[in-house]
C-alpha cells in the first residue's frame, strides 16, 4: 500500500510499537434475550450475583499480581472497579431489569450499561464521559463470567507479544496483560481521561485511543505501526517507514519511571516553592482510596453525580449525607463542593422534566443559571452543604459564573438558606465561597470578582472553549482547541495577577492541570494551586520536583512574548522533552 493507510486517534499513552496487530472481539453484540416465569426470578437473580462475586473475586487476583508493577498510586483504579461490581447504580439496575422485565441476567446488565451510556454519552464534561466506560467496563466482566457460565470461553487471550486492537478494553484487562504481551493498545472507544488510558500510561505501553473503526480496518496477523505521540496508527507500512520507526525505538525509554513513591507528601520544586495539588473526586467510592494518595484536598468534588443514580430527587440529607462524608474523609484538609452543574446536554433521568431542548446547550440554561431558575431545588443542596460544613473544612465553589449580578443572586439563596437553618435551630457552619472561572466575562472580570469571593477556580476546558470559540468535541474543528493559545496565556496570567492583587488564593482545576508538562507551564504561570485526577498526581508531583521555579517562569514568560498559536506549537514542541525530563533545564529558544 503506497501511501501507507493511516488511522488516527488520540495518544494516550507516549511511545511508538512496531509489530503484528491482536484483534480482541470483545464489543459484544449478540446476548441471549428470554423471559422468565415470576418462579424464576428470584434464581436468575442468585445467577446475577454469583457473576458478580466471581469478577470480584477475579479482579482482586488481578489487583494483588498488578500491585508490584502499579504501586498504590495506580492501584485505586482496579478498586474502583471492583467498588463498582457492589454499586447500586449498575446492579441495582440491573435487578431492576430481571425483576420488572423479568429478562435474563445477560439482557438485564447490557440493558443498564445501555441505560447509563445514554445519560452520560452527551455530557461535555470528557471526565463524567469516560466515568460512564468504568460502568460499562464492570457491566462487561460480569456479562464474560455470564457467557462463561453456559460454558463458551473467553476470547480475549493473547500468548505473544503483540499490539492489542479492541473497542474497547478495561483498566483490568490491561494490568492482566504484561508488558511483554502486550507492545502496544488501540482502541475506539476512550479518550485522556479514560481509566484505561491512565493505567497504560502508568505501565509505560504506548496506547492510542478514539480510533475509530480499528478493530474493522485492522486483522490479527497485520502488520501495524503505532506512533502514539501522533496519535496515529499506520497499517501495512513500508519498509521507508518501518526503518524510520525502527531508529525512533531506540530513542524512546523501556521502563516507565517508578512513581510509588511520588503521590505521599507535599510537593516543592527544587528549589523550595510549595505547589498544593489537590484531588478531583466525582464518585463517593473514590473516597474510599483518598487516603493511600498524597493530596492536599479535594479541589474539586463534582456534586452532580448525586442525580446521575436516581430517577427521583435527592432530598436534603441525600446532600448533607454525601457532603458529611466528603468532609470527613478529606479533614483537615479542605474539600471544594461544586453546586451542581447541569443542563441541557442529556440531564440525569431525575431532573429530565426540568430541562427543555435547547439547539445550543453549551450557551443555554446550565450549571448556576439552572440553579438560580430552580431555586428551590439549589437551596436543598446548600442547606446540605451548610450543615455538613459542621463535620470539615467543605467550601461552595459556583460554576458558569459570568459576573456580580449572579454572584449576588446566589449569596442572596445562600442567605436565603442559613437564615431557614438559623430559625430551624439547625447546626450549620459559613464555608468560604468561590467561584469557577470557565466564561471569558468571568475572566475579564475576575478583579471584581476575586474581591467579592474568598477564592477563585479556573475550569479550563470551558474557558478555553468559549474564548476560542471551538467545540472541543467537534472532529472539524478539534485542532483549533490550543490550551496555550496567545490569548488563553494571557488570560491565565492576568487571573493570576487578579487573585494576587486581592489577596485570594486560585487554583485549576480543568483537564490542564492533569497534564505534567501543561501543569509546569501553568506554574511558571504563577499558578502555585492545581487540582486533578487522582492517578495524575504522582506524576505531575514527580514533574514538580524536578523544576525549579526560575526555570519555570523563563519558559512561561517566553511562550508570552509569542504573538502567534503556530509560535507557540513550535516553542512547546522544541521543549517537549525538557518538559518531561528531570531535572535537565528547558529550553528556551525555538
Known sequence: MNPSECLRGIGVSPGIAIGEACVMDNHRSRLPLYHLSSEQVDKEIERLNAAIAAAKAELESIRKLAAPRLGESHLYILDVGILLLGDDMLIGEAQ????????????????????FTRIFEGIDDPYLRDRSLDIAHAGERILRHLVMEEGREDENTSTEPAIIVAHDLTPADVAALSAERMMGLVTELGGHTSHT????????????AGAESATRRI????????????????????????????????????????????????????DGTRIHVGANIEYDRELDVLPVMGFDGVGLYRSEHLYFNRSVMPDEEDHYG?????AEFAYPEPAVVRTMDMGGDRPPPAVAKLVSE???????????RFSLRHKELFKLQLRGILRAAVHGNLKIMY???????????????????????????????????????ETPAAAVCADLLAREMDFLSVGSN?????????????????????PFHPAMLRIYRNLVQAAASAGKPI???????????SALILIGLGFRSLSMTMSRIPEVKRAIRGKTIAELEKFAFTLLDCKTGSGVKALLNSAQSGLRRNPAPLQTSA
Open 96 to 115: 431492576n431489569q430481571i425483576q420488572s422485565n423479568r429478562t435474563n441476567a445477560e439482557w438485564a446488565i447490557q440493558a443498564a450499561i445501555d441505560h
Open 197 to 208: 488510558a491512565i493505567l497504560a500510561k502508568a505501565l509505560g505501553i504506548p496506547a492510542v
Open 219 to 270: 486483522s490479527t496477523g497485520d502488520r501495524v505501526i503505532l506512533d502514539a505521540h501522533a496519535g496515529a496508527v499506520i497499517l501495512d507500512p513500508s519498509p521507508e517507514e518501518l526503518a524510520k520507526y525502527y531508529a525512533a525505538l531506540h530513542d524512546q525509554p523501556s521502563v516507565p519511571p517508578s512513581e510509588d513513591s511520588e503521590a505521599s507528601g507535599p510537593v516543592s520544586t527544587r
Open 322 to 326: 454525601h457532603y458529611r462524608r466528603l
Open 358 to 368: 435547547e439547539s445550543n446547550p453549551a450557551l443555554g440554561l446550565r450549571a448556576t
Open 399 to 437: 460554576p458558569m459564573i459570568s459576573g456580580l449580578d449572579e454572584i449576588h443572586t446566589v449569596k442572596g439563596v445562600l442567605n436565603e438558606a442559613k437564615a431557614e437553618l438559623r430559625e430551624e435551630g439547625q447546626l450549620f457552619a459559613e464555608p468560604e465561597e468561590g467561584v469557577l472561572i
Open 462 to 482: 470551558d474557558l478555553t472553549q468559549y474564548t476560542l470559540a471551538v467545540d472541543r468535541t467537534n472532529k472539524e474543528v478539534m485542532d483549533l482547541f490550543e
Open 507 to 517: 487554583t485549576v482545576c480543568g483537564e490542564l492541570a492533569s497534564e505534567p508538562e
